[in-house]
């Protein structure tokens, strides 16, 4: 496949899927079969507004492989959250569940809208209305959601509550829940706190710590917070924050528990008095060790990737590094560390919920947190010697990891 600068979302995906089979030397028929989704749903979510006005919207299931496990993927409301994308990050969450080493298999949900000014009410109706719409081919053992961009506890909470109103008790139909729900401890804080453990392992790795590491972080919601309080605890120098409302720097490293009372209070990082104000878009390039983009796809692309300082990038967003500023960055030696990698966290402790909702016994928080160090840390360090082997990046080698893996499942299957 040529590297193009305009590549959709998915084509950027199987832009590397193909690097990846043709490392692992698969033919084209088995390229196809693992590339192609094997079911994409696209459904009406009606809602009744508030004002009494009735609008619709378009929401999608794509299921894209499921050879070892369950399918599992996340649920977002975001107005770009189209067809094209939804597969893209379905294809993603095939590769990132194998480089973990969990028993699923990859899937994606969004609604193509908009919720900032939605009412809880309206936000749960439309939770419940998608649900209805996507309900008979989600189940414990077939299709597990999760929350993903503007989705939480709540919202997983609703959904929970509507399938079992169609199809009877099934806490682990989906993932992400409020612990008073079946919950798992540790579940918010995942994929963010995985992001950081993964570094510590590049680091280690490398011949370095988390002392004078300076990091910065695009994006404070779940992920980008959650990363910034595990990176303080282990030594990190927060230095630069942003979110969609504003930005905030401090050389000396950001006070980041009164940072994210500051956010609960406010809604957003601008205004924080601990700190100074700082152009948004200047983050990407700030000059620091380690950049976290933690917020959207397609943050760093042909227009930025030149102004980029950081060494090291840790993805936690999905698919925020473009393919032709991927190799850009490789050019120039930069360390990124993919999204399929990087963020697997999240998903990790999905699997660990699930199990606790199946066997009806819930695990303590330290537990989950030794469980994911464990998973990381051994995904990381098959990466790391697919790299060595091959010679390649690490969004390269993660790749073929993942992708010899499903291809094996597949094998064994024999629907290749």
């Known amino acids: ?51 009494g ?21 996340g649920i977002r409301y975001h107005h770009s959250a189209d067809l094209d994308e939804v597969r893209a990050l379905a294809s993603l969450m095939t590769w990132k569940t194998a480089v973990a080493g969990v028993p699923f298999g ?55 509550d509507e399938y079992e109103q169609l199809h009877g008790l099934g806490p682990a139909v989906v993932t992400g829940k409020p612990i008073a729900l079946g919950g798992s401890p540790g579940r918010e804080a995942a994929t963010g706190t995985g992001c950081i453990i993964v570094l510590d392992e590049v680091l280690r790795t490398g011949g370095g710590s988390s002392e004078n590491t300076t990091i910065a972080i695009q994006g404070f919601g779940n992920v980008g917070r959650w990363a910034a309080i595990e990176a303080v605890e282990r030594g990190y120098s927060v230095v630069a924050v942003s979110d969609i409302g504003g930005a905030v720097h401090l050389d000396g490293g950001l006070d980041v528990a009164a940072l994210t009372a500051h956010v609960d209070e406010t809604g957003s990082v601008a205004g924080f008095a601990g700190a100074d104000a700082m152009d948004a ?109 091959h010679g390649c990046s690490l969004r390269l080698a993660a790749f073929s990891v993942g992708v010899e893996r499903v291809t094996e499942a597949s094998r064994l299957r024999g629907t290749i």
């Open 1 to 51: 496949m040529e590297l193009r600068s305009d590549m959709s979302p998915f084509e950027g995906v199987n832009y590397f899927f193909e690097r990846a089979a043709e490392l692992n030397g698969l033919s084209d028929s088995d390229r196809r079969v693992l590339a192609t989704p094997t079911r994409e749903m696209r459904v009406e979510v009606p809602l009744r507004r508030d004002d």
């Open 53 to 73: 006005s009735l609008d619709v919207y378009v929401g999608y299931r794509v299921q894209h492989d499921n050879a070892r496990g369950p399918y599992k993927g």
């Open 106 to 160: 990859g899937a994606k949900g969004g609604i193509e809208v908009d919720t900032t000014d939605f009412s809880p009410r309206e936000l749960q109706a439309l939770t419940r209305s998608y649900t209805r719409a996507i309900g008979d081919i989600i189940g414990p053992t077939t299709d597990i959601p999760a929350p993903d961009m503007a989705t939480d506890a709540q919202v997983m909470a609703w959904l929970l």
């Open 281 to 389: 878009d200047q983050l990407l390039t700030t000059d620091v060790d380690v950049l976290v983009p933690a917020a959207i796809g397609g943050v760093i692309n042909d227009s930025n990737v030149g102004d980029i300082a950081a060494s090291i990038i840790v993805e936690g967003a999905n698919n925020p590094t473009t393919p032709t500023a991927d190799e850009a960055l490789a050019d120039r030696g930069v360390t990124v560390v993919p999204d399929i990698l990087a963020n697997a966290g999240g998903v990790t402790v999905s699997y660990f919920e699930w199990v606790q909702n199946i066997q009806r016994f819930r695990w303590s928080e330290k537990r989950v947190l030794d469980e994911l160090t464990e998973v990381l840390t051994s995904a990381y360090t098959d990466v790391r010697a697919a790299a060595d082997q």
